[in-house]
């Protein structure tokens, strides 16, 4: 495995692209509304990113081996998706809840993030869902450090959700980012303390858990019997699922998040404790 150590210069880089994927979900929260189609946020984001920012966004047109090109500038994952949603003409209803996952690509690198929206007035349910997976994102965060390893970031995901009655997916995870869209290393959203690659400064990742009210097992949606379109994925038991995702720098003395806007949520409270 060969993980790819960010001089200054291209840290500086990163740090232009996570902040403009960043300000992409800024300006596009204040849309999620009842009423407004997936498609109709796709089209917008496509036009700010490009017209806008002056970037490229990262997954439209995008194929890894085994895919098809990805058709749409962002993914919007509602309620039982658990990523990669496609937009489409689908419109968002009250107490939905939906991930906007934002990669733009600036100057060569990748800005890559992902928010959770709750749609109108939320169940009480819904809500906290969102709530303990973007703690548990945070959990993960305040692990990175030099010396640290990837599985004390999984761990501590991990043992924060189950402890709260939640389930991890393990099909999916976090990935490093730069030049390319997805670099190594894998970031696992699970696991033990102490274990997998040593955290050194210079290293550039994401850590995006996927989270489950229900069970933990996923499956590709062919609702209804339609063709599989090659992306979606939910969950099996058709639970909700909630995603977040920053893109995170390893420093000398400890992280830096590089996803960060004038709207950016606000660290939890434990954070910095």
Same mark, same amino acid.
């Not at 204040?30 to 109709?40: N, R, S, W």
């Not at 107490?95 to 934002?102: L, S």
């Not at 979606?232 to 639970?239: A, E, G, L």
């Given at each position: ?27 596009? #929260? ?8 997936? #498609? ?10 490009? !017209? ?29 998706? *658990? ?5 489409? %003409? ?8 939906? !991930? ?12 890559? !993030?992902?928010?959770?929206?709750? *749609? ?11 709530? *303990?997976?973007?703690?548990?994102? &945070? ?22 959700? %189950? !402890? ?19 670099? %190594? ?38 609702? #209804? ?5 090659? &992306? ?11 995603? &977040? ?29």
């Amino acid at each position: 495995m060969t993980i790819s150590i960010k001089t200054a210069e291209d840290v500086q880089g990163m740090r232009v692209a996570g902040r403009l994927a960043s300000e992409v979900l800024d300006m596009l #929260g204040p849309l999620v509304k009842p009423g407004i189609t997936t #498609g109709e946020i796709d089209r917008i984001a496509h036009d700010y990113m490009v !017209n806008v920012q002056g970037g490229t966004p990262a997954t439209l047109g995008y194929g890894p081996p085994g895919y098809p090109p990805y058709p749409a500038s962002l993914c919007t994952s509602i309620n039982e998706q *658990v990523c990669h949603g496609i937009p489409d %003409e689908r419109v968002l209803k009250n107490g939905d809840i939906v !991930n906007i996952d934002v990669t733009v690509i600036k100057d060569g690198w990748h800005g890559d !993030n992902s928010r959770m929206y709750i *749609v109108g007035e939320g169940s009480i349910a819904a809500k906290r869902l969102c709530a *303990v997976t973007f703690d548990a994102m &945070w959990k993960g965060i305040v692990k990175v450090k030099p010396g640290a390893r990837l599985g004390d970031i999984g761990h501590a995901i991990q043992t924060f959700a %189950e !402890n709260q009655g939640y389930t991890v997916v393990r099909e999916f995870c976090g990935h490093g980012v730069g030049r390319k869209f997805h670099e %190594e290393p894998q970031v696992l959203h699970y696991g033990r303390p102490g274990t997998l690659e040593e955290l050194v400064p210079g290293m550039i990742f994401t850590i995006e858990p996927m989270i489950n009210a229900g069970k933990r097992e996923i499956k590709e949606d062919r609702k #209804g019997g339609k063709p599989y379109d090659g &992306w979606t994925i939910v969950t099996k038991d058709r639970s909700l699922s909630a995603q &977040w995702e920053h893109t995170i720098l390893v420093t000398d003395t400890g992280y830096e998040v590089l996803t960060l806007s004038a709207g950016s949520p606000p660290p939890p409270a434990f954070v910095g404790t």
